[in-house]
């Protein structure tokens, strides 16, 4: 089965839940003969995270590192292949697991739960220690879904470190998102009050560049302009013919996988150097 068809069904299946964590890889970097480091990184709290830092293709270095938080299913291991392609772009790529996923440290989890304020506290302690192993490089947090909350929520914990935003399935609004499975007749819980999320957002002061799938109903592209006459000039939308979380799919019969992704990507990081 292709790759882009295994991703596809991956994120079909689990459209209508919420936090569904796996503790088993399906991959790992070296097994596709992609070179990188496994790190521990422990929390403030004592919180053991398992990290892979993929390394840039030295021919196209672009002195650029992306931290992806991704959404609430599966473990870093479901996103070798699209680390592995910016890597091979030129970026070094840091993939890490919550607690609770993975090979990270367990942590209760309960699967109505939109989010976990503690996986801010994970992002936050990765971004600290890649800023300390990086220095003098660009940092990017790149959000999915669940992890657009992460990166808002952590934003201002870490925002002199952190020089751009990339996110795909954006949550302006933790309360549209609960309204939204509401419909789907499934009952989220919210860690804190939805306002809480909406002054996090204000925050950012960054660079932000938002891929908006036109047939997502769940993070919405109107969504996304709505958060930009929030955030400005500085908020950039590009919106893609496909439903929530297919960026890396799209066109992939003209430019491969991630071909179209990782354009897109390069063009913002030109547009703002």
């Not at 940092?139 to 914990?157: R, V």
């Not at 509401?182 to 009050?193: G, R, S, V």
């Not at 809480?196 to 036109?214: E, H, K, T």
């Amino acid at each position: 089965m292709k790759i882009s068809c295994l991703i596809f069904l991956f994120f079909l299946t689990h459209t209508l839940y919420a936090i569904d964590p796996d503790h088993e890889y399906i991959l790992t970097p070296d097994s596709v003969n992609l070179s990188y480091e496994e790190l521990i990184i422990t929390t403030e709290n004592g919180i053991n995270l398992n990290t892979w830092i993929y390394e840039a293709d030295k021919s196209k270095t672009k002195n650029t590192v992306l931290v992806l938080a991704y959404p609430d299913a599966g473990n870093m291991s479901y996103f070798v292949y699209y680390a592995g392609i910016m890597a091979k772009s030129g970026y070094t790529v840091v993939t890490f697991d919550y607690r609770g996923f993975g090979k990270s440290d367990d942590f209760n989890i309960d699967r109505n739960a939109l989010y976990y304020l503690e996986f801010v506290t994970d992002l936050t302690a990765v971004v600290n220690e890649i800023s300390h192993k990086f220095e003098g490089k660009k940092i990017g947090l790149w959000g999915m879904s669940m992890g657009t909350i992460i990166t808002a929520k952590a934003y201002p914990l870490i925002h002199e470190k952190i020089d751009f935003i990339i996110g795909e399935g954006y949550v302006t609004d933790t309360s549209l998102i609960i309204d939204r499975y509401q419909a789907k007749n499934k009952t989220l819980i919210l860690p804190e009050p939805a306002e809480n999320y909406r002054a996090s957002l204000q925050n950012m002061d960054v660079p932000v560049l938002i891929l908006a799938a036109s047939e997502d109903t769940i993070t919405t592209y109107q969504d996304a302009v709505n958060l930009k006459e929030k955030l400005g000039e500085k908020c950039q939308i590009i919106q893609y013919q496909a439903e929530h979380l297919q960026g890396f799919q799209y066109q992939y019969e003209t430019l491969g996988f991630g071909g179209w992704y990782k354009n897109q990507v390069n063009a913002f990081l030109e547009s703002i150097s």
